[in-house]
């Protein structure tokens, strides 16, 4: 496979893989069963400013960025494009999925959000493209 092919392969895989995250995330938030830790965060402030949860994680996205600052790491377009891409297709994916209240659907819908998180992780992460800015904070 040539070079040129190589890098659209990994772009695609990169915003596939940001992109179903995103969709995952909200999965999670519609099932209201437990969220990881900075989706708690997410949702706290977004109840608390009046936002919607993909804008808000937009905003601490950025702003963990600007923590990379004294760790000198230096953002790649995978870290960029996650804080954009992810908050987005929570926003739609929110936007699309209707309010469920039944505990028979909300399950399989965590169900869901878990397995495609699992996936979307491996996706945008094998493109090597940067981490996101979480995790790039956490391993800097």
């Known amino acids: 496979m040539s070079t040129k092919n190589r890098l ?7 915003y596939v893989g940001l992109a179903l995250y995103g969709v995952s995330s909200a999965l999670l938030v519609e099932a209201r069963l437990g969220l990881e830790p900075w989706g708690v965060l997410h949702q706290g402030l977004a109840r608390l400013t009046g936002l919607t949860i993909g804008v808000v994680s937009i905003v601490v996205g950025a702003a963990v960025l600007l923590l990379w600052i004294p760790l000198r790491q230096r953002p790649g377009l995978g870290t960029v494009s996650n804080v954009f891409m992810i908050g987005l297709a929570m926003d739609g994916t929110l936007a699309l999925v209707p309010d469920v209240r039944s505990l028979a659907v909300r399950i399989p819908l965590l169900s869901a959000g878990i397995l495609l998180n699992g996936v979307a992780t491996g ?6 493209f940067g981490p996101g800015p979480r995790d790039g904070l956490m391993t800097g």
């Open 8 to 14: 659209g392969r990994r772009l695609i895989q990169l």
């Open 123 to 128: 996706l945008y992460i094998s493109a090597r």
